[in-house]
């Protein structure tokens, strides 16, 4: 059959041979979570990763989130060569070094955190962020190393530290030297403390496990995106463990707000400017 070609929609487009219809490449569409508004890609790319229905916040990978606050050309990335290594043979379903070179091929780094200097509304700073769809955002040797060195950096530099947090937590496959990662973060985050150089702390869904329990809610100012899921375990482990039925909205944004836990909810599009004012006041 002649093939047909969608007006807007590149590749060739499929035939379902049960129904006749030609469907739209994978990865065309995508069906939001929350109002279950079928968006087209590009468009929900183009707006932020924010559905333009219900304002959804979908996940953002780190180099969009860079570029979405710093100032245009500004980023100039550090340790970018930094690459973990299996040093103990980890093994469960599938064997360590296969997860790490899969997540490389699929996300283009070398493990799960991208950092640098850049400068947001015109002022210098050391940005992080962290690369959830690099297994989960998980912190294990180079990640907490990425880290404490973008602290060091904020400290030398006396320039404000900010970290975008995405991770499931500690990276089981490192063991005990991925949970020494939070207490060697906040070595230097007590130093930074010290010295009075601000770190902005923003939480972005998912912010659990390690991360949580570590560096992510001790900034000087934590805000989160809406609705983002922010907490050490995870809320079904939480309602299993204590046998209760938990709040809806428990351990989102909201929900923390309302309790003192964070500072601020500010949407994605607010994001940048909203930084940049914060920065005024605390540099
Ligand atoms: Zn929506």
């Given at each position: 059959m002649e093939q047909r070609r969608t007006p807007g929609i590149k590749g060739n487009p499929k035939l379902d041979e049960t129904t006749g219809v030609f469907k739209a490449p994978e990865g065309f569409w995508v069906r939001c979570p929350q109002c279950h508004a079928i968006l087209q890609q590009s468009f929900v790319k183009l707006h932020h990763q924010v559905c333009a229905e219900c304002t959804h916040h979908f996940r953002m990978s780190s180099h969009e989130r860079i570029a979405l606050v710093c100032d245009e050309g500004s980023f100039r990335e550090f340790d970018a060569d930094l690459e973990a290594v299996d040093f103990l043979g980890f093994f469960d379903s599938k064997a360590y070094v296969d997860r790490l070179s899969s997540s490389q091929k699929k996300t283009r780094m070398r493990d799960a955190f991208v950092s640098g200097e850049a400068k947001i509304s015109g002022r210098a700073v050391q940005v992080g962020a962290f690369e959830f769809s690099f297994?989960?955002?998980?912190?294990?040797?180079?990640?907490?190393?990425?880290?404490?060195?973008?602290?060091?950096?904020?400290?030398?530099?006396?320039?404000?530290?900010?970290?975008?947090?995405?991770?499931?937590?500690?990276?089981?496959?490192?063991?005990?030297?991925?949970?020494?990662?939070?207490?060697?973060?906040?070595?230097?985050?007590?130093?930074?403390?010290?010295?009075?150089?601000?770190?902005?702390?923003?939480?972005?869904?998912?912010?659990?496990?390690?991360?949580?329990?570590?560096?992510?809610?001790?900034?000087?100012?934590?805000?989160?995106?809406?609705?983002?899921?922010?907490?050490?375990?995870?809320?079904?482990?939480?309602?299993?463990?204590?046998?209760?039925?938990?709040?809806q909205d428990f351990q989102r944004s909201e929900f923390l707000l309302s309790h003192g836990m964070i500072d601020k909810i500010v949407p994605r599009s607010e994001l940048r400017d909203y930084l940049g004012r914060i920065l005024g006041l605390l540099c």
């Open positions: 297994m989960g955002g998980s912190m294990g040797t180079i990640v907490g190393e990425k880290i404490s060195r973008l602290f060091e950096r904020s400290l030398e530099k006396k320039q404000p530290a900010i970290i975008f947090q995405a991770s499931g937590g500690a990276r089981m496959q490192e063991g005990l030297s991925s949970l020494m990662q939070m207490a060697k973060t906040l070595g230097v985050l007590s130093k930074l403390n010290a010295a009075g150089v601000p770190y902005v702390s923003v939480l972005t869904d998912p912010t659990t496990g390690g991360v949580a329990a570590s560096f992510a809610l001790l900034g000087d100012v934590n805000v989160a995106e809406p609705n983002a899921l922010v907490g050490f375990a995870g809320p079904r482990v939480i309602a299993q463990t204590i046998n209760e039925t938990l709040p």
